[in-house]
């Protein structure tokens, strides 16, 4: 393809103002750049996979910028292009990024924002008077098809430019825009799509997400593919400590004096972690090192904006040499000079890895340069699997998402919203959309009458109705409520209830001489998850925007809080869900493992780690699945290390407990981290197994995704959390608006209480087959488990050893760091229940 | 505390914990709180239950929001089972025993044949609350706003003030403890030993915090304690011990 992109490179030309603008400058436009406005000529669609750095955004707007200066087409009163980015700084970004050359060129074309924050006047202007460029978001897109003026707009668009797309697809919001992309080809019959994307691992499915897919086809409809190759290669090292790199934990304290070296000795370093409450700590820990007062800044997704905003401008100024960030500096938004990245704890994947260490640099010719810092002994493995991974180009980005059913119930609602439908042309529709190909017409119609009725076999609400079938077989909504209804509640991000934090302001009491109030009145530092404030009681202390502070009680629903002093604080529970490794990385990581040979690439206190597990208990070969059970204190362990991850790791070790439980081994608790899981319980299981009670085999049967994990979910608090979310975006739920509710919990009706309701009713509703979906995916992990399972079928090697192996030491470490589950919630009442009988039993 | 001292107190209370059900004293009066949320008085062979909220789920989808229809089935299916346990003779439901009167009226055969199935055979009070001012007329039983029984009163909102002898529902107590850095909420019974609020029954019912304001005024002695409905058992726990939102 790139071959191609080239040759015709020679023939094009570009229209004068361009190419003016080009040689003014002594540039030479891409080969990329020509080959997609090539595309755009033979109305193509197409993907562009580019590094950053590759004037990536430019290609995407230059067919449809000549195409408007050129022989510029009747301008007809609807839009032209439609740029849609995952993130509305994005598209804020690009817009100010367009419209320089585009002055600079003279073009008279008129170019737009819209988002969120976009003021309701201008939104209005806009459908009046729509721009040529509307620069925008999925959500926005979804609120104006929703209106009944459509075709107006979007009749004569030419161009949709889907930037970010790898990032789009995995998500939600890329279900959502999919459905959106099927009204806009029915709308505009000449319309293509251009999507800009990072390297991935499996083009095809974006190219199929970009294209028209036609019901029954067996193969999809791919858009076509011009791929740029990356640049220099990037220069990435793993920071060798002089210090004893941890056995576990994820804090990467060890490090920090050479972290904090690497940024004395660099202009502007990017710190990335896993999770917030890693930078919280890094964060805190860099200021105590601070000696030379390096102006380093925290950046993360739960920090007031105003003060994201002054941290963002301050690194496009140049004024900042460190700043400690999660992934909300993961995406394209160009924050100014990078000159390396450091990334402390695992890699989790290598895509992801090499998309963060792009950011060091946004010239391609340039090698980006980027130290890794494991934070213990297991991610020194994984980050010599990213490394290599990378030096090989090997791409291991998450698969885009089968369609969501609660998706799909919002987008019928909003089409019925827009006009009648038809329940044939719209099932054709939304099935031309990649993530919904495929979907069967009783899927379809269960979802119509969902949204219609909500879908339940008890026939009773048919009057309350939001959809009705007209006289000509079209649904439409049944009262004008019901359109508001939706487009307050548009969209699929469904944030977790969030509490704004506080700092109170001290006054002294005028009653009390010398004691001092706490008044509200302080600046807001941001927000965290409401569960988190939940576990905490007045005076705990824990880390957050950069400050430690003194949790002092709730007013007004916002969480008031005083500064902290010398206090060690107590951290927010570390919290890896998001990310677990990628199957690929860890396919890495068991071979390195299993092959000695490759050890010597690894720090001489992690290979000599694994040669007294060698002495003392095994390596497994590759393909094997090790597992390890000894005694320790008063109880018996079983620790297994199928490097799959630690959702995967936590569903197995519910389900394993449970055929335990069964066996009469009389299992205690398990914990999982990203690599291993360990059970522990009352009866020695490694005898077990010797003599013969316990067939392990039988015991990792892959039979246990069946009954076993149904029972399970049937008892567990773990579904209703998804299902909330389901909920709120399926439309069977209203969404709370700042200022109309107060907390998550004084929703008219709790989801959690509608879920109990729904599962022991009707157990196979739409919904709960959405929310099932969503929990297999993303908080169990079902089908990578199968996978193993399969895997370790007839592969599993048992070693019963007299105490604790190298190996597992990691993972018993974990143990006590888990957070409470659903079940342990009994316990709590009980306990609580204790105090008060030995209050009364005079025991305190 | 540790574990230890814990299990040996909880042998010795181990007839109270028993069953699923706890003795409270109110006014001298021995009831056994059920962790469904009902209450029974032995005495009197008198169960009581509040805040039923039947057809919560049809007077939402009534206006538009169509949550699952189940919620009185579930209510009522719960109820059944109480009545099955202790079986008693005469049943007191404090009020808001529908959540729509508007909706209540086009109540469904099959729900009203449930109803008075469960009515069927022994001595029934509807007290009447602020949302059902009125009851459907099918219904059997004495509709009523308040019942005095044994010189206890029985109401649904609460008196103002600290008043005695008084079982009420309407304001829907629940309480919140924490465990080594865990927390827990759930309904409460809530009582000083003279007066008690009643948890909500019914399957939409949610909770309000015990140690918010509008508890305060009932309470003022600033000691009571709750009886927090587990899903095995109800625990009781002091007020101490309890934590806001």
């Known amino acids: ?84 980015s995952p993130l509305k700084a994005l598209a804020v970004d690009v817009a100010r990024n367009l419209s320089t050359p585009a002055e600079e060129m003279k ?150 004096p050479e972290i904090y070296q690497a940024i004395q000795a660099h202009g502007l370093v990017l710190i990335f972690v896993n999770t917030r409450s890693q930078a919280e700590i890094l964060f805190h820990e860099l200021w105590r090192l601070n000696q030379h007062n390096l102006p380093i800044a925290l950046h993360h997704g739960s ?70 810092v494991p934070s213990n002994r297991f991610e020194v493995m994984e980050c010599q699997a990213a490394l290599e991974a990378i030096a090989e180009g090997a791409q291991d980005t998450p698969v885009p998402r089968k369609g969501g059913l609660d998706v799909l119930a919002q987008h019928v609602l909003g089409m019925a919203c827009a006009e009648p ?25 269960r979802i119509v009458d969902f949204v219609a009725t909500g879908g339940y076999a008890l026939r009773s609400y048919d ?49 009390e001489p010398g004691r001092t109030l706490l008044g509200r009145g302080g600046r807001a530092l941001g927000e965290v998850e409401e569960w988190f404030i939940d576990q905490m009681t007045p005076g705990d202390t824990f880390a957050f925007a950069g400050e430690v502070l003194r949790f002092e009680g709730m007013r007004e629903m916002e969480a008031l809080v005083t500064r902290a002093t010398g206090a060690d604080p107590k951290i927010p529970i570390y919290e890896s869900g998001k990310f677990p490794l990628s199957t690929y990385l860890a396919a890495r990581v068991r071979r390195i493992l299993g092959r000695p040979a490759e050890w010597k690439h690894l720090p001489e206190q992690v290979s000599n780690w694994l040669r007294i597990q060698r002495r003392k208990s095994v390596i497994p070969k590759v393909g094997e699945v090790l597992v390890e059970t000894f005694p320790r204190g008063n109880k ?25 439980e069964r066996g009469h081994a009389r299992p205690l608790g398990f914990v999982a981290s990203d690599y291993a899981l360990a059970i522990w319980g009352m009866r020695d299981i490694g005898q077990m197994i010797l003599g013969g009670q316990l067939d392990l085999g039988e015991l990792f049967a892959e039979d246990m995704l069946g009954d076993d994990l149904d029972a399970w979910l049937a008892e567990s608090n773990l579904m209703k959390r998804t299902f909330r979310i389901c909920a709120i975006i399926g439309g069977l739920i209203e969404r709370r608006h700042p200022g109309q509710e107060k907390t998550g919990r004084q929703m008219t009706v709790s989801s959690d ?78 306990e609580a229940a204790e105090d008060l009988i030995g209050e009364a039993m005079g025991e305190r | 505390m540790s574990g230890k001292q814990g299990k040996l107190a909880l042998e010795n209370w181990e007839p109270e914990f028993a069953s699923n059900a706890l003795g409270i004293h109110v006014c001298g009066e021995r009831f056994e709180a059920h962790n469904s949320g009902a209450l029974y008085w032995p005495g009197e062979q008198t169960l009581i239950v509040s805040d039923l909220h039947l057809e919560q789920g049809a007077s939402l989808a009534s206006r538009g929001s169509l949550i699952p229809p189940y919620d009185t089935q579930t209510t009522l299916g719960e109820l059944a089972v109480v009545l099955a346990l202790y079986e008693p003779e005469r049943v007191i439901s404090l009020g808001d025993n529908f959540h729509d009167v508007a909706v209540a009226e086009r109540l469904s055969a099959d729900v009203l044949e449930e109803i008075l199935e469960l009515q069927a055979g022994r001595e029934w009070f509807w007290i009447t609350g602020n949302h059902d001012p009125r009851l459907p007329d099918e219904l059997r039983g004495h509709v009523t706003p308040q019942l005095t029984l044994a010189s206890i009163r029985f109401r649904h909102e609460p008196a103002e003030g600290a008043v005695a002898h008084e079982i009420a529902g309407h304001l829907h107590p629940a309480a919140r403890v924490a465990k080594r850095g865990h927390t827990v909420r759930r309904k409460c019974f809530v009582t000083d030993g003279r007066r008690l609020v009643m948890p909500a029954f019914g399957a939409y019912t949610g909770g309000v915090n015990v140690l918010n304001q509008s508890f305060a005024p009932l309470f003022p002695a600033e000691s009571f304690q709750v009886w927090m409905l587990g899903r095995e058992d109800v625990y009781p726990v002091g007020k101490r011990y309890l934590l806001g939102d």
Request: hydrophobic share 40%; with cysteine; proline share 5%.
């Open chain 1, 463 to 511: 009057r309350y109705a939001k959809l009705r079938l007209n006289k000509e077989g079209r649904y439409r909504v049944s009262h004008p409520r019901v359109a508001q209804q939706y487009r307050l509640n548009v969209g699929t991000i469904v944030a977790a209830p969030m509490i704004k934090v506080r700092l109170g302001r001290r006054r002294a009491s005028k009653s």
């Open chain 1, 107 to 256: 073009l008279d074309l008129n170019l737009e924002t819209r988002t969120g924050d976009t003021p309701a006047s201008r939104r209005q202007r806009q459908r009046l008077i729509p721009p040529d460029i509307l620069m925008t978001t999925p959500e926005q897109v979804a609120l104006m098809l929703s209106h009944r003026d459509g075709p107006r707009l979007f009749g004569s668009l030419r161009y949709v430019i889907l930037d970010e797309l790898h990032a789009l697809v995995t998500s939600k919001r890329g279900d959502l825009l999919a459905l959106c992309l099927s009204r806009l080809r029915r709308l505009a019959g000449d319309l293509i799509t251009i999507g800009l994307s990072a390297t991935v691992a499996q083009p095809s499915k974006l190219r199929a997400y970009l294209e028209t897919q036609s019901t029954g086809a067996k193969r999809s409809k791919l858009a076509g593919l011009i791929e740029v190759e990356g640049g220099a290669k990037p220069d990435i090292r793993i920071l060798q400590s002089k210090e004893r790199v941890p056995w576990s934990g994820h804090s990467g304290r060890y490090a920090l």
């Open chain 1, 636 to 660: 018996f362990y079983m620790v297994c290390y199928p490097f799959e991850g630690r959702l995967a790791h936590q569903t197995l070790g519910m389900l394993l407990t449970r055929r335990l």
């Open chain 1, 421 to 445: 439908f038809d329940p044939d042309q719209l099932y054709d529709e939304i099935s031309s959309a990649s993530p919904y190909h495929g979907i069967t017409r009783e899927t379809f119609d």
């Open chain 1, 303 to 372: 920090l007031d904006v105003g003060q994201r905003r002054k941290v963002e401008a301050a690194m496009v100024a140049g004024t900042l040499r460190a700043v400690v960030c999660t992934s909300t500096l993961d995406l394209g938004v160009d924050w100014g000079d990078v000159d390396l990245v450091i990334n402390v704890g695992a890699p989790k994947g290598a895509s992801r890895i090499a998309q963060r260490i792009g950011r060091a640099n946004h010239r391609l010719d340039e090698p980006s340069n980027a130290l890794m």
């Open chain 1, 753 to 830: 209480l509608i879920y109990d309701v729904l599962r022991q009713h009707e157990p196979d509703h739409v919904l709960l087959k959405a929310a099932w979906e969503d929990t297999a995916q993303g908080l169990l992990d079902v089908a990578r488990l199968g996978d193993f399972l399969k895997r370790a079928s007839g592969r599993i090697r048992h070693i019963h050893l007299e105490q604790v192996s190298p190996l597992a030491v990691p993972v018993m470490l974990e143990i006590g760091r888990e957070p409470i589950r659903g079940e342990a919630q009994e316990d709590v009442l009980r």
């Open chain 1, 1 to 84: 393809m790139l071959e191609t992109a080239i040759d015709t490179a020679d023939a094009l030309r570009l229209p004068q103002p361009f190419e003016a603008w080009f040689t003014e400058r002594g540039w030479r436009p891409h080969a990329h750049q020509l080959a997609l406005l090539e595309a755009g000529r033979a109305r193509k669609s197409t993907l562009l996979i580019a590094p950053t750095g590759g004037g990536k955004t430019l290609a995407g707007f230059l067919p449809s910028l000549v195409e408007l200066t050129g022989e510029r087409h009747q301008s007809s009163e609807g839009i032209h292009t439609l740029y849609i």
